[in-house]
C-alpha cells in the first residue's frame, strides 16, 4: 500500500472506544491519507452502532495480509473474542482488561514487525488490567517500554496552540518530586528536541517549568530550580538544545500559548495534562516518544458514565490520527 497503515486499538470493550471508532470509521476524510484499521472486538463495534445509529460495513480479517486499501469498510482484527454473555458497558472487568492489552500487544508487535507503520490508542481502565494481572502495566506508555525494549520513554500532550512533554507521568507526587533531577532532566529535553526534529521542526525551542511557586523565589520555597533544574538547562544548551527556563508554571503554559516556545517540559503529571486540558480539551491527543514507531492516543479515559449513551466525543481520535499521519510525514505543523 502507498497509504501508511494504522493500527486503531479499541481499548477497553467497556468504555467508548467502540463508540468513538464506529464515529470516526463513519467518515470518509480519515481514509484519504492512510490506511487505518481496528484492532478489537467486533461484537463490541456492532454493539457500538446500534447504540449510535452510525452504520458501515464491518469486515473481520482473520491476517493482517488480508487489508484491503478501502475506505468504504471497517476492518477489523480480533486477537482475542470477548464472551459477550459476561458483558457488560460501564463496568469494570478483569476479561476486559485482558482483552485491552492484547489488542495493544498485538498493534505493538505488527508495528515492531515493520508490517504497519503506527498504532492510534483508545483508552484503557488501569483498575481493569491491573484486575487482569498486568500489575507492571500502568498504562499504554509501560506496556510500549517492556515490549520494545525502549530505555527512555516520555509522554508529550498536544492541543491546538500548546505541546507539553512531561517528565514523569505515573508517579505518586511525592515520588514525581524525587524524579526532578539535573540528568533525568538533560535525557528527556534532549529525548523531546530529537522527537520534535523528526516530527517537523527545525529547531524546537523547549520551555522548562518550575517545580515549585514562583519558581522557588531564589530558594526560599525550594531549591530545585537552583541545584537541579537551571543546570539541567545549562547542560542542554550546552549540548546545541534551543531551550530555555526554569520559568513558573503558573506562567509558562500561557507565554507557549502565545507563541513563545514550541513545546514546555512539565515536571509531573497534573502540571502539564491540566494546562493542555483546560487550554483545548476536545482537541487534546497523547503520544509516546523514544519508541521505534509512531503511537498517538485519545487524551481521556473509558468514560464509564456515558458508555452506551451515544453521548462521546470521537474529535480526540480523529486528531490522533491526523497527527500520527504528520508524525510519520516529518509534517507536524507547529
Not at 45 to 53: P, Y
Not at 72 to 81: G, T
Not at 127 to 133: D, K, L, R
Not at 143 to 170: E, P, Q
Amino acid at each position: 500500500m502507498i497509504k501508511p497503515i494504522l493500527a486503531v486499538t479499541m481499548g477497553d470493550p467497556a468504555g467508548v472506544g467502540a463508540e468513538i471508532a464506529v464515529k470516526t470509521f463513519s467518515n470518509p476524510e480519515i481514509f484519504r491519507r492512510a490506511q487505518p484499521f481496528i484492532i478489537g472486538s467486533v461484537e463490541c463495534l456492532q454493539l457500538a452502532m446500534k447504540q449510535t445509529g452510525f452504520h458501515q460495513q464491518i469486515s473481520k480479517l482473520d491476517e493482517l495480509s488480508d487489508l484491503k486499501e478501502t475506505g468504504e469498510l471497517i476492518q477489523v482484527i480480533e486477537p482475542v473474542h470477548l464472551d459477550m454473555s459476561r458483558f457488560e458497558q460501564g463496568k469494570v472487568s478483569a476479561e476486559c482488561g485482558h482483552a485491552a492489552v492484547q489488542y495493544f500487544e498485538a498493534a505493538v508487535k505488527y508495528c515492531l514487525a515493520g508490517d504497519i507503520q503506527g498504532v492510534v490508542t483508545c483508552p484503557i481502565n488501569k483498575e481493569a488490567v491491573n484486575a487482569a494481572g498486568y500489575h507492571g502495566d500502568i498504562g499504554h506508555q509501560e506496556i510500549l517500554a517492556r515490549m520494545t525494549g525502549s530505555a527512555l520513554t516520555a509522554t508529550m500532550l498536544m492541543t491546538t496552540g500548546l505541546k507539553v512533554a512531561h517528565l514523569s507521568t505515573h508517579k505518586s507526587l511525592l515520588e514525581a518530586v524525587k524524579y526532578v533531577k539535573k540528568p533525568v532532566l538533560v535525557e528527556k529535553l534532549r529525548l523531546t528536541s530529537e522527537c520534535m526534529k523528526r516530527w517537523g521542526y527545525k529547531n524546537p525551542k523547549i520551555a522548562v517549568s518550575a517545580l515549585n511557586p514562583h519558581g522557588g523565589e531564589g530558594g526560599m520555597l525550594g531549591r530545585e530550580e537552583i541545584e537541579e533544574i537551571a543546570p539541567a538547562v545549562e547542560a542542554a544548551r550546552e549540548e546545541g538544545l534551543n531551550v530555555e527556563g526554569p520559568y513558573p508554571a503558573d506562567s509558562i503554559f500561557y507565554r507557549a500559548t502565545a507563541g513563545e516556545f514550541d513545546a514546555v517540559l512539565a515536571l509531573y503529571h497534573d502540571q502539564g495534562h491540566i494546562a493542555i486540558k483546560v487550554h483545548n480539551f476536545e482537541d487534546s491527543i497523547t503520544a509516546t516518544m523514544g519508541i521505534p514507531f509512531v503511537r498517538t492516543s485519545v487524551d481521556h479515559g473509558t468514560a464509564f458514565d456515558i458508555v452506551g449513551k451515544n453521548k462521546a466525543n470521537p474529535n480526540g481520535l480523529s486528531r490522533a490520527l491526523d497527527v500520527a499521519i504528520d508524525m510519520l510525514s516529518g509534517s507536524l505543523e507547529s
